[in-house]
């Protein structure tokens, strides 16, 4: 068990969950659009196993573009996975990092990713949690598999044959107990340059009897990953929220992060809450968000965009994150 642990933790893509039975869970979620970007859908497996002992599988799909979302339930003796590499099954259900195999009742296909971008990880910061990696009461975990990749294959939805052949993805994780109780997230990888992506997060990150506003941000350009964690010197500077618009601004010593992303309308999911799926959360697929960096020793902009079919989430107890 302890070999299966320590594998999972160098690999932040694995399963984490050896050896838990109460108040867990741990989601994956693929972002998948097609060439055209008419069609957007999160494909989120997962498993969930509430306090009192009580265990499911799950896969939600969630249509970004029709509003509309779908959980499937499976019992946990359907759920199979690895130690040694990043592959599990929910009945004929298969994911990897590679490719993904959908048999459910309305929805079946295979897909398959290429040319993945993956965040950075190194032994002393496993993935996009860091050292933070390394603390076994975090209520949260979170991992980044990959920030933009092209799509082969296609999905019968619902009787309709979609083609996601030339489409881009995005997969990332979470695992622990709980969502943060208060949280800001965004991702996209659609702007007028090609291979450029964002992800951005703000969260309360409970922390002993106290608590932090933590975040993590990565701009993925130029064959670069320009990266803003709260572990690695940089620092947020503003964090602002209303019915119409989200603001971040990160600072780091070089570079200063500017993002604006505007509120589009949602689909509710299912969220975890002590380890079973009984939370909702709404999340958009066709936000826009302004993002502009900023070289701050020369005072020019390297880059200047706005990000297409962004997915935006914001949740929870949001003025415990408002920085101004």
């Known amino acids: 068990m302890l070999t299966k642990k320590l594998k999972a933790l160098f690999n932040p893509e694995r399963y984490h969950g050896w050896g838990k039975t109460e108040k867990y869970f741990e989601g994956w979620y693929y972002k998948v659009l097609n060439k055209l970007e008419d069609r957007a859908f999160a494909i989120i497996p997962g498993i969930s196993m509430d306090e009192n002992g009580n265990q499911q599988g799950f896969i939600q799909i969630l249509d970004g573009k029709k509003l509309t979302a779908e959980y499937h339930k499976f019992d946990m003796q359907e759920f199979q996975t690895k130690a040694d590499t990043f592959e599990f099954k929910l009945a004929n259900n298969i994911f990897t990092i590679h490719n993904i195999q959908l048999d459910l009742p309305e929805i079946k296909g295979e897909l398959r990713f290429k040319k993945l971008v993956k965040w950075p990880s190194k032994w002393y910061s496993p993935g996009i949690m860091g050292p933070f990696s390394f603390v076994p009461f975090m209520e949260c975990y ?7 990749h092209s799509i082969e294959g ?38 007028s340059q090609p291979n450029v992506s964002l992800k951005c997060s703000v969260a309360k990150i409970p922390w002993l009897k106290s608590s932090f ?22 620092y947020l500077t503003k964090s602002f929220v209303d019915s119409h618009k989200v603001e971040i601004i990160l600072e780091n010593s070089k570079y200063k992060l500017e993002i604006k992303a505007f509120r589009h309308e949602t689909t ?53 994150i408002i920085v101004r």
């Open 268 to 320: 509710e999911l299912s969220s975890p809450i002590l380890g079973f799926m009984d939370g909702r959360i709404n999340e958009s697929m066709t936000s826009e968000v302004n993002v502009l960096l900023l070289n701050k020793r020369t005072q020019k902009i390297i880059f200047q965009d706005t990000g297409r079919n962004a997915g935006l989430e914001v949740a929870g107890k949001i003025h415990e």
């Open 154 to 191: 296609q999905l019968t939805i619902h009787n309709e044959v979609i083609d996601f052949t030339a489409g881009k993805g995005y997969i990332e994780k979470d695992w622990g107990h709980s969502f943060p109780s208060a949280y800001i997230w965004m991702q996209t990888n659609h702007f």
């Open 142 to 148: 979170h991992g980044i598999l990959s920030m933009d």
């Open 213 to 234: 506003i933590g975040f993590i941000a990565g701009l993925w350009l130029n064959n670069k990953l320009i990266e803003f964690t709260t572990y690695n010197n940089s």
